[in-house]
T-cell receptor, first 117, second 114 residues
């Protein structure tokens, strides 16, 4: 049972336009969400995060939106640049059912973003 | 410090052999994590350490897997009697006490079991 879902395996966007990557989650106990970017032959790189007490967090060209009622978050990249071509992973932190904090991260399967010239 | 490092980057082994991977975290980070990633999947949590204490192990971590972090610095992940299903990328990450959710990953060790 996948708790973090990225339903689009790939996405192509014209350079300069907005890229929107989507993510859904099923566990209502998640309290922190992250986006990671991964280039081939490298480990994932932390990009941006958002706490469940917020609905938006912005860092330069990257903005993450959180809709808790819909259990949905999205990453917006504006404007998209060629270097943004990578696999993007959505991730969430998991609170233990025994109520002590557990900082294990649950990842989605990733979305491959292609920025077209 | 240049980040999390892992060694080796690639390992090819025959089924039944034992392999050991090493991870050196960012020096001031006290938490260290191991993940496994297979093709088309995101990283899957295996285990993590706070200093030298192993705090949690995933059920993905069978009895053939063991991880150590003897002095709270580098960590090793050993797989005994490897199976073809163990073929994957093994990722190590570290984080500091203050920002536990922002984990910094190494480049990974790609294991191929033939």
């Amino acid at each position: 049972d996948q708790q973090v879902k990225q339903n689009s395996p790939s996405l192509s966007v014209q350079e300069g336009r907005i890229s929107i990557l989507n993510c859904d989650y099923t566990n209502s106990m998640f309290d922190y969400f992250l986006w990671y970017k991964k280039y081939p032959a490298e480990g994932p790189t932390f990009l941006i995060s958002i706490s469940s007490i917020k609905d938006k967090n912005e860092d330069g060209r990257f903005t993450v939106f959180l809709n808790k009622s819909a259990k949905h978050l999205s990453l917006h990249i504006v404007p998209s640049q060629p270097g943004d071509s990578a696999v993007y992973f959505c991730a969430a932190s998991d609170l233990s059912i025994h109520t002590f904090r557990d900082d294990k991260i649950i990842f989605g399967k990733g979305t491959r973003l292609h920025i077209l010239p | 410090d240049t980040g999390v490092s892992q060694d080796p980057r690639h390992k090819i082994t025959k089924r039944g052999q034992n392999v050991t991977f090493r991870c050196d975290p960012i020096s001031e980070h006290n938490r260290l994590y191991w993940y496994r990633q297979t093709l088309g999947q995101g990283p899957e949590f295996l285990t993590y350490f706070q200093n030298e204490a192993q705090l949690e192990k995933s059920r993905l971590l069978s009895d053939r897997f063991s991880a150590e972090r003897p002095k709270g610095s580098f960590s090793t992940l050993e797989i005994q009697r490897t199976e073809q299903g163990d073929s994957a990328m093994y990722l190590c990450a570290s984080s500091s006490k203050g920002l536990i959710y922002e984990q910094y990953f190494g480049p990974g060790t790609r294991l191929t079991v033939t």
